[in-house]
């Protein structure tokens, strides 16, 4: 094992030139080549000026260097989600510069190339106090909420990760699932592998099928979510590389029992699951090899305290040396804590208030829904709300038979005993899996576009990991027929791709960027009312999500879109 080495002191004591640091297609990046990069990047950082600078990168020894450059140069980093237009745009008004990826219409930051004859300066230790870093939540309950870290707090993380886990998982190179841009993948894939010696592999590995690869390779511990291990397939050779798997993480969300199961059975092991919030930091942490109800044990230096209302946290994770109220209930137990699921989310309707949570409970427990998620939608002058619901088999059977209709109606009628009729569920929709972002969460922006009257509605009519083919129905009232053309109104090509990349995003697990189309072609007008069938590929080794249109006219449209960029 390497020496372990304080956050603030890694560069000003550092390690052997040739030592590994993060490996990549093109070989070993080693500790002088970050050491270097860090130089380069701290002095674009110094000659650029500006104290606050957004990061985004896929590439996670770039991110690593890039996050350094900014610290050395008393620079803070704000860490947005993902590289979207809007994400980045959101930032210009709290930022000097970008780094990594910028808005349209700005230049983001590179690091600088020291000249042939010139002596990089020494690196400085870093101050505790530094305001490093800007992070944020998912947006699972509303907006995203910037949340300030100062290093000290960081520091004190990654020191207590290595006293938990250092002895127990080894000397092994970290592999993960999930974005360094989401503070549980920066404290465990960046900050505790350099701080501990142990190399990282750059890039993230988006399917089951690159981690069973990378296994294959030789050991390593293996960063992930709960979004990610509930997909593991018992199709693929998880056994060849059980005694490479030196050690497994979760955080993010629940574990659910389903996807525990899977990693006993499947990697030999269940996860260290890590308890914790952007705001808190960790938590507490478990593990549940035999037994599905272990409690959770509080971190060195946490403490807390629970109740049925709340579980309340004092840490040095925390900006102060004061309480912090969760959004978690809880219960304390010798050693320990038990959760007790989400404190009650409270909507005042129709001068009454319902608990969202409640719903949610009662919707997945009267069956017919593995998953639920209730939101307020705002429609003319009225609240109502909505259901995104993941069906289970009997479910899906119901749907297929009767329609969503019908569906609808039977959770609906289940829910009718324990709430106000004026409260029930008005809207709908039915998926494969919740929309997640690269940390694993679904946020309410995305379940809210579910219900975006731009989106058409349909009924699944097979389904399997590479193909999906789907009844689209194309209403009379799209407001997508406004202005084209009048007279004759025709749903605009623009549409039909936009539609084919948003049901694809909904049944498969597609990377966010996109690249280009191919092969496209338009063979027939789409009228108001027409009812089409669509049919989608995906085929993830090239990245591409092809798209057939047709109805009982013939074909109207057909290609393939190429996307690229992790996959969440």
Same mark, same amino acid.
């Given at each position: 094992?390497?020496?372990?080495?304080?956050?603030?002191?890694?560069?000003?004591?550092?390690?052997?030139?040739?030592?590994?640091?993060?490996?990549?297609?093109? /070989?070993?990046?080693?500790?002088?080549?970050?050491?270097?990069?860090?130089?380069?990047?701290?002095?674009?950082?110094?000659?650029?000026?500006?104290?606050?600078?957004?990061?985004?990168?896929?590439?996670?020894?770039?991110?690593?260097?890039?996050?350094?450059?900014?610290? #050395?140069?008393?620079?803070?980093?704000?860490?947005?989600?993902?590289?979207?237009?809007?994400?980045?745009?959101?930032?210009?008004?709290?930022?000097?510069?970008?780094?990594?990826?910028?808005?349209?219409?700005?230049?983001?930051?590179?690091?600088?190339?020291?000249?042939?004859?010139?002596?990089?300066?020494?690196?400085?230790?870093?101050?505790?106090?530094?305001?490093?870093?800007?992070?944020?939540?998912?947006?699972?309950?509303?907006?995203?909420?910037?949340?300030?870290?100062?290093?000290?707090?960081?520091?004190?993380?990654?020191?207590?990760?290595?006293?938990?886990?250092?002895?127990?998982?080894?000397?092994?190179?970290? *592999?993960?699932?999930?974005?360094?841009?989401?503070?549980?993948?920066?404290?465990?894939?960046?900050?505790?592998?350099?701080?501990? /010696?142990?190399?990282?592999?750059?890039?993230?590995?988006?399917?089951?099928?690159?981690?069973?690869?990378?296994?294959?390779?030789?050991?390593?511990?293996?960063?992930?979510?709960?979004?990610?291990?509930?997909?593991?397939?018992?199709?693929?050779?998880?056994?060849?590389?059980?005694?490479?798997?030196?050690?497994?993480? &979760?955080?993010?969300?629940?574990?659910?029992?389903?996807?525990?199961?899977?990693?006993?059975?499947?990697?030999?092991?269940?996860?260290?699951?890590?308890?914790?919030?952007?705001?808190?930091?960790?938590?507490?942490?478990?593990?549940?090899?035999?037994?599905?109800?272990?409690?959770?044990?509080?971190?060195?230096?946490?403490?807390?305290?629970?109740?049925?209302?709340?579980?309340?946290?004092? &840490?040095? #994770?925390?900006?102060?040396?004061?309480?912090?109220?969760?959004?978690?209930?809880?219960?304390?137990?010798?050693?320990?804590?038990?959760? *007790?699921?989400?404190?009650?989310?409270?909507?005042?309707?129709? +001068?009454?208030?319902? &608990?969202?949570?409640?719903?949610?409970?009662?919707?997945?427990?009267?069956?017919?829904?593995?998953?639920?998620?209730? @939101?307020?939608?705002?429609?003319?002058?009225?609240?109502?709300?909505?259901?995104?619901?993941?069906?289970?088999?009997?479910?899906?059977?119901?749907?297929?038979?009767?329609?969503?209709?019908?569906?609808?109606?039977?959770?609906? +009628?289940?829910?009718?005993? #324990?709430?106000?009729?004026?409260? @029930?569920?008005?809207?709908?929709?039915?998926?494969?899996?919740?929309?997640?972002?690269?940390?694993?969460?679904?946020?309410?922006?995305?379940?809210?576009?579910?219900?975006?009257?731009?989106?058409?509605?349909?009924?699944? @009519?097979?389904?399997?990991?590479?193909?999906?083919?789907?009844?689209?129905?194309?209403?009379?009232?799209?407001?997508?027929?406004?202005?084209?053309?009048?007279?004759?109104?025709?749903?605009?090509?623009?549409?039909?791709?936009?539609?084919?990349?948003?049901?694809?995003?909904?049944?498969?697990?597609?990377?966010?960027?996109?690249?280009?189309?191919?092969?496209?072609?338009?063979?027939?007008?789409?009228?108001? /009312?027409?009812?089409?069938?669509?049919?989608?590929?995906?085929?993830?080794?090239?990245?591409?999500?092809?798209?057939?249109?047709?109805?009982?006219?013939?074909?109207?449209? &057909?290609?393939?879109?190429?996307?690229?960029?992790?996959?969440?």
């Amino acid at each position: 094992m390497a020496e372990p080495l304080a956050l603030e002191h890694l560069l000003t004591h550092g390690r052997p030139p040739r030592h590994p640091v993060a490996r990549s297609e093109d /070989g070993m990046r080693d500790f002088g080549a970050l050491r270097a990069r860090v130089a380069g990047w701290r002095a674009a950082f110094a000659a650029h000026g500006g104290q606050r600078y957004a990061l985004f990168t896929e590439d996670t020894f770039d991110f690593a260097t890039a996050l350094l450059g900014a610290w #050395h140069a008393g620079a803070c980093i704000y860490l947005p989600a993902d590289a979207r237009p809007a994400t980045l745009d959101a930032l210009k008004a709290h930022v000097d510069g970008f780094a990594g990826r910028a808005p349209q219409g700005l230049t983001a930051l590179t690091p600088l190339a020291p000249a042939l004859d010139e002596t990089v300066p020494e690196f400085q230790p870093l101050s505790p106090g530094l305001a490093a870093l800007v992070v944020y939540t998912s947006g699972s309950s509303g907006e995203p909420t910037a949340i300030p870290k100062r290093l000290s707090q960081l520091s004190s993380e990654v020191a207590t990760l290595g006293a938990l886990f250092d002895a127990e998982v080894g000397d092994v190179p970290v *592999l993960a699932t999930v974005s360094h841009q989401h503070i549980y993948g920066l404290l465990f894939r960046v900050l505790w592998p350099l701080t501990s /010696g142990r190399p990282f592999d750059a890039h993230a590995l988006p399917y089951p099928e690159d981690i069973l690869a990378a296994l294959q390779a030789g050991p390593g511990l293996l960063v992930s979510s709960p979004a990610h291990l509930k997909r593991l397939p018992a199709t693929l050779d998880w056994a060849s590389v059980r005694g490479n798997l030196r050690g497994l993480f &979760s955080s993010g969300g629940p574990l659910t029992p389903e996807a525990l199961q899977a990693c006993r059975d499947l990697l030999g092991r269940a996860p260290v699951e890590v308890y914790g919030s952007s705001e808190t930091g960790g938590v507490a942490w478990r593990r549940r090899d035999t037994d599905d109800s272990a409690s959770w044990r509080t971190m060195p230096g946490v403490e807390v305290r629970a109740d049925e209302d709340a579980l309340h946290v004092r &840490s040095p #994770h925390l900006p102060a040396d004061d309480w912090f109220t969760t959004e978690d209930r809880a219960r304390a137990v010798p050693g320990g804590f038990e959760l *007790l699921g989400r404190r009650d989310r409270l909507l005042k309707l129709e +001068e009454k208030r319902v &608990s969202l949570s409640a719903m949610e409970r009662a919707l997945v427990a009267g069956g017919l829904l593995r998953e639920a998620r209730v @939101l307020p939608l705002t429609e003319g002058h009225r609240v109502i709300l909505a259901v995104v619901g993941v069906p289970d088999a009997e479910g899906w059977r119901l749907q297929e038979a009767g329609g969503r209709r019908s569906l609808s109606q039977a959770l609906r +009628e289940k829910l009718a005993p #324990h709430f106000e009729s004026s409260a @029930l569920p008005r809207r709908f929709r039915y998926l494969e899996a919740m929309p997640v972002n690269s940390q694993g969460k679904s946020t309410e922006a995305a379940l809210t576009a579910l219900f975006d009257p731009k989106r058409p509605p349909f009924r699944v @009519l097979e389904r399997s990991g590479e193909r999906a083919l789907l009844a689209v129905e194309v209403p009379a009232n799209s407001p997508y027929f406004d202005g084209h053309f009048p007279g004759s109104p025709i749903l605009p090509g623009v549409v039909q791709l936009e539609w084919a990349l948003l049901l694809g995003r909904e049944h498969f697990a597609l990377p966010p960027d996109f690249l280009r189309v191919e092969t496209l072609k338009f063979q027939q007008v789409i009228t108001p /009312g027409a009812q089409l069938t669509v049919e989608l590929t995906w085929a993830k080794e090239s990245g591409r999500l092809g798209f057939k249109l047709t109805s009982a006219t013939g074909s109207h449209a &057909s290609g393939r879109i190429v996307l690229g960029g992790a996959v969440g």
